[in-house]
């Protein structure tokens, strides 16, 4: 009897337990008889629904067993993996969105365990329709292999991706490719963490000195409220449980501002609550020219790894691409039907600032991220400021 021919319920008699099975059982066991511990995840979905036991316990089970099999290079494992995903809307909506959250981290395993003929084998039927965790998780991993640069040019991959986007799958907009301005996405550099210290600051970009003209154009400058623009561009921190509400804001100009006017100066002026208390403690503001291939990667790497209190919610590389270049869009106030090598083209035009100050808001010991951006025009400004840290444990708290 080979793996495919084990009867219904005996893996689930060979192991009732699932729950308490180590990571490395569950490994040993997607290695050796995947079969069985796909058909104990379809046991454990019956027991959960004839049972009535509570949803969490079998939703958090079959994530480990998609997991370890998702990790196992095989093309049964992949199969197996994707397959039990759609078990999850069986148990009800709130396992469902576990499932579709599922769906992101395991596509992002399967990207880098599996061979890419294996993964090509899950695409050979093409969706009817969008609702499916089965359909989910197939367009993350065509997002996954865009962010290696993969997949293009296989003609099963490429029917799958054309049918996404007659569908209106949100993924389906992005390239198929890895832009130039998204070489950092994922890369990092030994030693170089989180910008934390206005010294960290200085030492890794350009400063931009403080004007007279900055400080005046910023005392002319006039909020523009909009509230789904301000969304947009914290959606990269709200979505991975960063620790406080992001502050986005957008200002007009009566008059153009000089490029050499746009900095810490300016900022100061504007009324920002990251800026509140600025000038009462010890340490000086700081603002540093930096580029848009670094404000999108820091956007980029914001939804990716989840915040100090968002354990578990990292949106997997595929959408945190889309919520990252959904940012910077906002940033810009660009309309979402600009093609994305014309929006890199246009933030090339655009004046971008990484700024920093010594306020309650600024807590320079996990995350803390602050851009601005002047459009061509000189009259038009976006700021966004994020911060990620344990604000229980803060003595600003």
Same mark, same amino acid.
């Given at each position: 009897?080979?793996?495919?021919?084990? *009867?219904?319920?005996?893996?689930?008699?060979?192991?009732?337990?699932? +729950?308490?099975?180590?990571?490395? +059982?569950? %490994?040993q &066991?997607?290695?050796?008889?995947?079969?069985?511990l796909?058909?104990?995840?379809?046991?454990?979905?019956?027991?959960?629904?004839?049972?009535?036991s509570?949803w969490?316990t079998?939703?958090?089970?079959?994530?480990?067993?998609v997991?370890?099999?998702?990790?196992?290079?095989s093309?049964?494992?992949?199969?197996?993996?994707?397959d039990?995903?759609?078990?999850?809307?069986?148990l009800?909506?709130?396992?469902?969105?576990?499932?579709?959250r599922?769906?992101?981290?395991?596509?992002?395993?399967? #990207?880098?365990?599996?061979?890419?003929?294996?993964?090509?084998?899950?695409?050979?039927?093409?969706p +009817?329709?969008?609702?499916?965790?089965?359909?989910?998780?197939?367009?993350?991993?065509?997002?996954e292999?865009?962010?290696?640069?993969?997949?293009?040019?296989?003609? #099963?991959?490429?029917?799958?991706?054309?049918?996404?986007?007659?569908?209106?799958? *949100?993924?389906?907009?992005l *390239?198929?490719?890895?832009?130039?301005?998204?070489?950092?996405f994922?890369?990092?550099?030994r030693?170089?963490?989180?910008? %934390?210290?206005?010294?960290?600051?200085?030492?890794?970009?350009?400063?931009?000195?403080?004007?007279?003209?900055?400080?005046?154009?910023?005392r002319r400058?006039?909020?523009?409220?909009?509230?789904?623009?301000?969304?947009?561009?914290?959606?990269?921190?709200?979505?991975s449980?960063?620790?406080?509400?992001?502050?986005?804001?957008?200002?007009?100009?009566p008059?153009?501002?000089?490029?050499?006017?746009?900095n810490i100066?300016?900022?100061k002026? &504007?009324?920002?609550?990251c800026?509140?208390?600025?000038?009462?403690?010890?340490g #000086?503001?700081?603002?540093?020219r930096?580029?848009?291939d670094d404000?999108?990667? +820091?956007?980029?790497?914001?939804?990716?790894?989840?915040?100090?209190n968002g354990q578990? %919610?990292?949106?997997?590389?595929?959408?945190s691409?889309?919520?990252?270049?959904?940012?910077?869009y906002?940033?810009?106030?660009l309309p979402g039907?600009?093609p994305?090598?014309?929006a890199a083209?246009?933030a090339?035009d655009?004046?971008? &600032?990484?700024?920093?100050a010594?306020?309650?808001w600024?807590?320079?010991d996990t995350?803390d991220?602050?851009?601005?951006?002047?459009?061509?025009s000189?009259t038009? #400004?976006?700021?966004?400021?994020?911060?990620?840290?344990?604000?229980?444990?803060?003595?600003?708290?």
């Amino acid at each position: 009897m080979n793996d495919n021919d084990v *009867p219904p319920g005996d893996a689930a008699s060979r192991r009732p337990h699932w +729950e308490q099975s180590s990571p490395a +059982e569950l %490994k040993q &066991l997607a290695e050796s008889h995947p079969a069985e511990l796909y058909e104990a995840a379809r046991q454990l979905c019956r027991s959960a629904l004839d049972e009535g036991s509570e949803w969490f316990t079998a939703a958090r089970t079959l994530g480990r067993i998609v997991d370890a099999l998702a990790d196992t290079r095989s093309r049964d494992c992949a199969r197996y993996a994707v397959d039990i995903l759609g078990l999850f809307p069986q148990l009800g909506p709130e396992p469902r969105k576990e499932g579709d959250r599922l769906c992101r981290s395991v596509a992002e395993k399967l #990207v880098k365990a599996q061979q890419l003929r294996d993964l090509e084998a899950l695409f050979g039927e093409l969706p +009817e329709r969008l609702d499916d965790p089965a359909v989910e998780v197939r367009a993350c991993v065509l997002g996954e292999l865009a962010l290696i640069g993969v997949g293009c040019g296989r003609p #099963v991959l490429d029917a799958y991706a054309a049918r996404l986007r007659e569908l209106r799958h *949100p993924l389906a907009r992005l *390239p198929r490719t890895r832009l130039d301005v998204e070489h950092r996405f994922g890369v990092r550099v030994r030693g170089l963490g989180s910008v %934390k210290t206005s010294e960290q600051l200085r030492s890794r970009f350009p400063e931009v000195s403080a004007t007279d003209g900055g400080a005046e154009g910023g005392r002319r400058a006039v909020e523009s409220v909009d509230a789904g623009r301000a969304g947009a561009v914290a959606g990269p921190f709200v979505v991975s449980g960063w620790s406080r509400m992001p502050e986005a804001r957008f200002y007009v100009l009566p008059d153009p501002l000089g490029p050499d006017d746009f900095n810490i100066a300016f900022i100061k002026e &504007l009324p920002l609550a990251c800026l509140e208390g600025e000038g009462t403690r010890r340490g #000086v503001a700081v603002s540093c020219r930096t580029t848009p291939d670094d404000v999108i990667n +820091e956007l980029f790497a914001a939804a990716h790894h989840g915040g100090v209190n968002g354990q578990g %919610k990292g949106q997997g590389g595929a959408y945190s691409r889309l919520y990252a270049w959904n940012s910077l869009y906002a940033l810009m106030g660009l309309p979402g039907d600009v093609p994305f090598l014309e929006a890199a083209r246009l933030a090339a035009d655009h004046r971008w &600032l990484r700024f920093m100050a010594v306020t309650d808001w600024f807590h320079h010991d996990t995350a803390d991220v602050a851009f601005a951006v002047l459009d061509p025009s000189g009259t038009r #400004v976006a700021v966004v400021a994020a911060t990620d840290t344990d604000a229980d444990s803060h003595p600003y708290f």
